[in-house]
């Protein structure tokens, strides 16, 4: 048997734009209209059923809940906040208390109000002063909760947005990629300023396993660089002041941070290549089945991401951790063997707070809309019905007992870790 130690937080995650729906006032939503990308629609029509989902989780045994405020829904309208949505997400809070569960929020989870999109959004540093407003709306109007996320996996909006072009606002122009990470960091560096007291203030990294396609030492440097450029020089940036970009330094404000979160899914293999301006390529490491998102599998992966982020000296949060697939008794096996790998960086010592798996119910999966099931509890996207799988009960098993048993660990497990 494995236990977490006493106020671990086994909890899920989701985000605004991909369960709330009619989130009519936000890019994404802009860009869908002009079909550009999937409808989210209605999603999950979590904001009717929010007290439906919280009921759920409280049934199921889940003591903790990342979810996102949409900007674009408290700020419908440039310098006009909705009151009404704010008390909603108090609401959602408050309930989320009186059921025993954790709340964690976060205030940026990719989306944008369109009004600051069409301004130019992070790609202005005089636009910072919109998100200034914003983050004193919410020091100002919400309160019963202490984990607060400016952003969510800045570098992977930075990338699909700036980079790769898939995401609003489509550019492919590394140069205007990387000001938009240091302005982020500004943004960070504001928000922190404004709330680090109230609530203890963080931030979530995706943190991809990068290895080196082969053993040669131009893929072992490349795969260091990608993981230094992809993992580390925002949260270096933040706390140094000085932020390594993909092609120029920049000076940015030194912050802080209170805690940071870890998302972690998967295992992807570097290669350099001999082209000064992308110098690497990037693939899934094709490591055995691959997920309904075409990633592979490597649950030793979270460990290791948990030992290299905890040289930051910070109370760390797995953030996000799931799978997309329509086997459910994949997905048990794969919180399982994830958790015991948890389990080890705690046992060593790690100063590991909290695993929230993503996600609670199934939702909209940006570009690749609603096809991938991340949910421990499945969505009927006609009916809006839920109905928890085999995993969420077993996940609530581990959550209320703050273990994993031998019988699990016997079944899905991977022996000693
Ligand atoms: O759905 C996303 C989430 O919004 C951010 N982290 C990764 C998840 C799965 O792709």
Redesign the pocket.
Known sequence: MLKFPDGFLLGTAT?SY?IEGDNVWSDWWYWAERGKLPHAGKACNSWELYERDIELMAELGYRAYRFSIEWGRVFPEEGKPNEEALMRYQGIIDLLNEAGITPMLTLH??TLPTWFALKGGFEKEGNLEHWRSYVELIRDNIEGVELVATF??PMVYVVASYVEGMWPPFRKNPLKAEKVAANLIKAHAIAYEILHGKFRVGIVK?RPHFVPATDSERDRKAAEEIDYTFNRSLLDGILTGEFRGFMRTFEVPVSGLDWLGM?Y?NIMKVKAVRNPLKRFAVEDANVGRKTD?GWSVYPGGVYEGLKAFSEYGLPLYVT?NGIATLDDEWRIEFIVQHLQFVHKALAEGIDGRGYFY?SLIDNY??AEGFRPR?GLIEVDYETFERKPRRSAHIYGEISKKGEISDELLERYGLGEV
């Open positions: 985000s991909q989870h990719f969510n996996e995706n998302n899914y998102m996000e993503w999966e940006w991340f």
